[in-house]
């Protein structure tokens, strides 16, 4: 199994990378498990007072259980993915199945912050994108997919989420064995991860 960690900050276009390299290599073989699935279960904590919980801190993470899941992956088992409700701040109690794929994308904020992540990984990647390009990105994401008002998504983006990327999430970059500029959009960059992983599978085009 090849395990990439693909990190970056919210809205650098990480989702969109990792589609593109399991379009390329075949989604039949790739599996792209998001870290956005393993935020913690907020139910025991009243409506209100999640609100005011900080979720771009690594705390908010299990990250434990997410190297559980790719330990068990490696070991050929299937896991059960958690599903999370973002509107509520909570896993919703159901599962997705998740088959350990020849090739496994682990994608997030902080796919790059944890040691004990970064020691499964066989290639890091970080996806670095504008701040203001990101911001806008997020803006539209939370309020059409994550029901968020303009206003809680301005005050959150100010109030924690640039102050954690900063301290978190930019300083990841380091342990990056590639960096993507422009995320998404960098066709080339991508076509060198494909590549490399074909060349390491032993496959070819």
Do not use: W
């Amino acid at each position: 199994m090849f395990i990439i960690g693909i990190g970056g900050g919210t809205g650098s276009g990480k989702t969109t990378v990792a589609k593109k390299i399991a379009e390329y290599i075949g989604e039949d073989i790739c599996g792209i498990l998001p870290m956005d699935n393993y935020y913690r279960d907020m139910s025991h904590i009243p409506l209100e007072e999640r609100r005011k919980y900080n979720y771009d801190h690594p705390d908010m993470i299990e990250h434990t259980l997410l190297l559980e899941h790719l330990k068990q992956l490696r070991e050929g088992k299937t896991i059960k993915l958690p599903e999370y409700d973002f509107a509520t701040y909570t896993r919703t109690g159901n599962f997705i199945e998740f088959q350990p794929y020849p090739v496994v994308l682990v994608e997030g904020i902080f796919a790059l912050y944890y040691p004990e992540l970064r020691d499964m990984y066989d290639l890091a990647v970080y996806v670095d994108t504008e701040n203001d390009v990101r911001f806008i990105r997020r803006l539209e994401r939370d309020i059409k997919e994550r029901g968020r008002t303009l206003d809680s998504v301005v005050n959150q983006y100010l109030n924690t989420v640039k102050p954690m990327h900063d301290a978190y999430v930019e300083p990841t970059k380091k342990y990056a064995d590639i960096i993507i500029p422009r995320g998404g959009f960098n066709e080339k960059a991508i076509r060198v991860i494909v590549e490399y992983i074909f060349r390491k599978m032993g496959k070819e085009k």
